[in-house]
């Protein structure tokens, strides 16, 4: 197919969706606490954001590292999702 678009890989597709997502949640997000015009309540709308984006870092990467199992070692999955989770760790850490 001379000209047109490449085939993209389910999984690439779909972090590529993911992220879109993300972004649109992050720019409605943003306008709506311009839009309340409060302290308060862009608080509370950053909260959720919060809940957003590890559950789409966990997705993705999933994802990623499932559409690249032949590729990659089991170690090194093991390390990537610690990484993962160490991240997590240390937004919660006090």
Same mark, same amino acid.
């Given at each position: 197919?001379?000209?047109?678009?490449?085939?993209?890989?389910?999984a690439l597709l779909m972090i590529?969706?993911?992220? *879109?997502?993300?972004?649109?949640?992050? *720019?409605?997000?943003?306008?709506?606490?311009?839009?309340?015009?409060?302290?308060?309540?862009?608080?509370?709308?950053?909260?959720?954001?919060?809940?957003?984006?590890?559950?789409?870092?966990? *997705?993705?990467?999933? *994802?990623?590292?499932?559409?690249?199992?032949?590729?990659?070692?089991?170690?090194?999955?093991?390390?990537?999702?610690?990484?993962?989770?160490?991240?997590?760790?240390?937004?919660?850490?006090?």
């Open positions: 197919m001379k000209g047109a678009l490449k085939l993209i890989e389910k590529i969706l993911l992220r *879109i997502f993300s972004g649109s949640v992050d *720019i409605t997000a943003a306008m709506l606490m311009y839009k309340f015009n409060d302290l308060e309540k862009a608080f509370y709308i950053n909260t959720l954001l919060a809940l957003v984006g590890p559950c789409v870092l966990i *997705i993705t990467t999933g *994802i990623a590292l499932f559409g690249l199992a032949e590729k990659i070692s089991l170690s090194r999955m093991i390390c990537l999702f610690g990484g993962i989770v160490l991240i997590l760790y240390s937004l919660k850490a006090d």
